[in-house]
């Protein structure tokens, strides 16, 4: 089965950059790389998108490798507001047609 | 203004009722989706209209039914619920479909549907 995998969790301090990986093998030729954040008692919000190499926003910063099997959501600086549940979302073609998938989510720990 | 708006927040019934969920965007966009988010926090697509036509229909139970009166408004309506029908559902809406490349979705704050 098609599979998007990332970190179950993650702590950090305030005011260090944080790194989330999703590996995403079979990631459909044509996809964009998304990723979501999550706050309790909310719907997912957009932060972030790219097709390869480096996109930067003004919170947040996406690489991908060459092959595109992987991506890095990096958090500069992050603070306590930045706890939350981090989700990747590609198009997968690991079943031999395209599917829409979540990872399972990074829960990050943001500690004072 | 809400973006992606659906009703009701929340929703507690008996098992074997029939219920719905509205969803309604006012972004113009022309895909509409219905994710369910289980107590683990797993996401999972249910559907996805673009221009009121199914484009995603994964292995749900044929009691999950979508229905797009026009492209602002996916509806979702179960038959028969069970007990593993609670979780919370999410409606999302985009520009373009899946096919357009996976464009950023806008999420409701989601529908807690709660089975006893």
């Known amino acids: 089965l098609a599979k998007t995998t990332q970190p179950i969790s993650m702590d950090s301090y305030e005011g260090q950059e944080v790194n989330i990986t999703c590996s995403h093998n079979?990631?459909?030729?044509?996809?964009?790389i998304t990723w979501y954040q999550q706050f309790p008692s909310q719907g997912p919000r957009f932060i972030i998108q790219?097709?390869?190499t480096k996109v930067t926003n003004e919170v947040a910063s996406l690489f991908i490798p060459a092959d595109r099997k992987s991506s890095t959501l990096s958090l500069p600086r992050v603070s306590l507001s930045d706890t939350a549940v981090y989700y990747c979302l590609v198009g997968d073609m690991g079943a031999g047609s395209y599917q829409l998938t979540f990872g399972k989510g990074t829960k990050l720990s943001v500690i004072p | 203004d809400t973006a992606v708006s659906q009703t009701p927040k929340y929703l507690v019934t008996q098992m074997g009722n029939d219920k719905s969920i509205k969803c309604e965007q006012n972004l113009g966009h022309d895909t509409m989706y219905w994710y369910k988010q289980d107590s683990k926090k797993f996401l999972k697509i249910m559907f996805s209209?673009?221009?009121?036509?199914?484009?995603i229909n994964e292995t749900v139970p044929n009691r999950f039914s979508p229905k797009s009166p026009d492209k602002a408004h996916l509806n979702l309506h179960i038959n028969s619920l069970e007990l593993g029908d609670s979780a919370v559902y999410f409606c999302?809406?985009?520009?373009?479909?899946?096919?357009?490349?996976?464009?950023?979705?806008?999420f409701g704050d989601g529908t807690r549907l709660s089975i006893l």
């Open positions: 790219g097709y390869k």
């Open positions: 999302a809406s985009s520009q373009d479909g899946p096919s357009a490349g996976n464009q950023p979705q806008h």
């Open positions: 079979n990631i459909a030729t044509n996809d964009y």
């Open positions: 209209y673009n221009n009121k036509e199914l484009i």
